[in-house]
């Protein structure tokens, strides 16, 4: 029974660092990615819908063209519907589709995906002064944008990570100065 368990105990051991599903690679963070429609306001008898396609399907009503986030491991479409086929109620019941049920749903004709796969999950190096993106797309409703892209974007960075580099590049500075002067 001893040789069972110590087994076990190997097992577990051996597999548990091979383990990582959702995890950052080392010496990466995640930013946030901020998404926005810009020409939102030129389709008043639309409505348009972030939808999160599997693993982790979910939609939701996009207001003042900001859309909504996604899962890291999801794509994210922006779908559109004209305001007299589509009543907001619906809304819960897209939210007690399942899985396969979802897709389906959204493929119906009276959808017109007009953005596809639209970037919301990044990451960057743990050096990086970036801190976050906002991406502006315009949409077009005579036909789906894969890769949309984007017509202006954003960066915010920290000014703080030119502080850290700063002092140790004016510290060798002023050691070679110093170093160059005793020399003399």
């Not at 926005?36 to 009503?61: E, G, H, K, Q, W």
């Not at 919301?120 to 797309?137: D, G, L, R, W």
Request: net charge positive.
């Amino acid at each position: 029974m001893k040789k069972i368990i110590l087994l076990v105990l190997f097992l577990s051991l051996a597999i548990i660092p091979l383990i990582n599903a959702d995890t950052l690679d080392p010496g990466y963070k995640s930013i946030p990615v901020i998404n926005n429609i810009v020409n939102f306001n030129d389709f008043p008898d639309y409505y348009f819908l972030t939808v999160c396609n599997p693993p982790m399907p979910r939609a939701s009503l996009i207001e003042d063209g900001k859309i909504d986030y996604c899962y890291k491991f999801s794509s994210l479409s922006v779908y559109a519907v004209k305001k007299s086929e589509f009543n907001v109620s619906e809304m819960d019941k897209i939210k007690t589709l399942n899985y396969t049920n979802f897709e389906p749903y959204f493929n119906s004709t009276r959808f017109i995906e007009v953005l596809q796969n639209v970037p919301h999950y990044k990451t960057v190096p743990i050096a990086s002064s970036i801190e976050s993106e906002t991406n502006n797309f315009t949409i077009n409703l005579n036909g789906t944008s894969n890769n949309p892209p984007v017509i202006n974007k954003e960066i915010q960075r920290n000014g703080l990570i030119y502080l850290y580099t700063g002092i140790p590049i004016l510290a060798l500075i002023i050691i070679v100065i110093v170093l160059l002067r005793k020399r003399k």
